[in-house]
């Protein structure tokens, strides 16, 4: 069974950073695309980033380019999220999910992690 476990979230000053990690246990990483969402107050949910092997691509939403970067280590079957330059309208719940598409639509993902916490506040 596919489960999806995220880490990393906090509280962090404007300008500050993170990392967050979701851990894959039950299939090897390389057979699904990984996606980074979130999710705030009153807000509906929307993609970050995402991250596909074969082929090789990686998409970001506009909202973060050039400030988040997504990784994968398959040997640790783990997915990141670097965040730099932290914003408050950074604050919201980050879930990572699986799918068969690199999109950053959430209804291409069929698995998701419970979701970690990031609140960007100084």
């Known amino acids: 069974q596919l489960q999806l476990v995220e880490s990393g979230g906090g509280l962090v000053q404007p300008g500050g950073s993170l990392r967050l990690s979701c851990v894959v246990s039950g299939f090897p990483l390389d057979y699904f695309s990984m996606g980074w969402f979130r999710q705030a107050p009153g807000k509906e949910r929307e993609g970050v980033s995402c991250?596909?092997?074969?082929?090789?691509?990686?998409r970001y939403a506009d909202s973060v380019k050039g400030r988040f970067t997504i990784s994968r280590d398959t040997a640790k079957n783990t997915v990141y999220l670097q965040m730099n330059s932290l914003k408050a309208e950074d604050t919201a719940v980050y879930y990572c999910a699986a799918g068969a598409r690199n999109t950053l639509r959430s209804s291409d993902y069929a698995s998701w992690g419970q979701g970690t916490q990031v609140t960007v506040s100084s």
């Open positions: 991250i596909n092997t074969s082929p090789e691509s990686i």
